[in-house]
């Protein structure tokens, strides 16, 4: 799950916005090897995928009601209390990416407007959402979706390094790891961009961009292709299946699936999510 604002800085431990914050945009969103699975494979375990994401994605912002969202109100936001009646938020759901590939993900424009103690309007406090977004993505992905996935497809997980040194994401076993290249189109095209914005910024100013190097990145991803001309989903996914077998095949393409690393016996499950403790090793076969 990804959080974002209207044009966020950090400054120590407080964010800082260039312009009102009027919503927060919450992004739920597969690890790939389910998008992969979701896009390829038949139709009953694109629907079993698309159940498991949508029970999450709820559990997620249900969890960040009752556990981190406050209200805040009175001079500089000295008062602080539990938030009254919930978020208000508006949920849709995309399909693909901007260059065509499949991105199964919901967006909940989550609005600062929430309801203090008292039954008055406040607004919402960014700062406790901002500092336990990455906890909320990882009870969307890495517990309740692995949870809801194993226990539906009766598949296993194992972890896929993506950056040297940092938290491994974990895919479903046994899916051909080709599949996600074939998919990241997006992350090819950022990789392309940054040096010659680097090159830029280096003509312009004499000098490496230093502490910049994170701003530059931010233009980078800005350079987005349009949205392509919207397609049903039937459509989507048929075109999906001719740009997989050209890219790797259709015996890896037919046996998507069938290739997963069945449950290593009985006991392989995992766990409910509120008896794990977060500091044991995780508990699927890999």
């Excluded at 974002?4 to 431990?13: E, N, V």
């Excluded at 901007?98 to 203090?116: E, F, M, N, T």
């Excluded at 940054?194 to 312009?204: D, F, H, K, M």
Aim: charged share 25%; hydrophobic share 35%; with cysteine.
């Amino acid at each position: 799950m990804l959080c974002g604002g209207t044009l966020p800085t950090r400054t120590g431990r407080s964010h800082q916005f260039a312009s009102p914050l009027l919503a927060l945009d919450f992004v739920f969103r597969p690890p790939p090897t389910a998008h992969a699975a979701w896009a390829l494979a038949d139709d009953e375990t694109r629907r079993v995928l698309e159940l498991c994401h949508q029970i999450v994605r709820d559990k997620s912002p249900a969890w960040v009601e009752e556990s981190v969202a406050q209200v805040r109100w009175g001079s500089g936001g000295r008062h602080r209390a539990p938030i009254r009646d919930g978020l208000v938020d508006a949920v849709f759901r995309h399909y693909e990416s901007r260059s065509g590939q499949p991105l199964l993900h919901d967006h909940a424009l989550v609005s600062i407007k929430v309801r203090r103690p008292d039954g008055q309007w406040g607004n919402l406090s960014a700062d406790s959402i901002f500092e336990r977004v990455v906890a909320a993505g990882t009870l969307y992905t890495t517990l309740t979706f692995m949870e809801e996935v194993s226990e539906r497809l009766g598949v296993a997980w194992e972890p896929r390094e993506v950056t040297p040194g940092k938290r491994p994401v974990m895919e479903i076993a046994g899916i051909d790891h080709r599949l996600i290249d074939w998919q990241s189109t997006r992350r090819q095209q950022i990789v392309d961009a940054l040096p010659g914005i680097v090159a830029q910024y280096e003509n312009r100013q004499g000098h490496p961009p230093g502490e910049r190097a994170y701003a530059l990145a931010r233009q980078a991803d800005d350079t987005r292709p349009p949205k392509p001309p919207a397609s049903s989903l039937s459509e989507l996914r048929a075109r999906w299946r001719a740009s997989a077998i050209r890219a790797v095949g259709t015996d890896v393409v037919d046996q998507l699936m069938e290739r997963r690393r069945p449950p290593c016996g009985t006991g392989c499950s995992p766990p409910s999510t509120s008896s794990w403790p977060r500091s044991t090793p995780s508990p699927w076969c890999t």
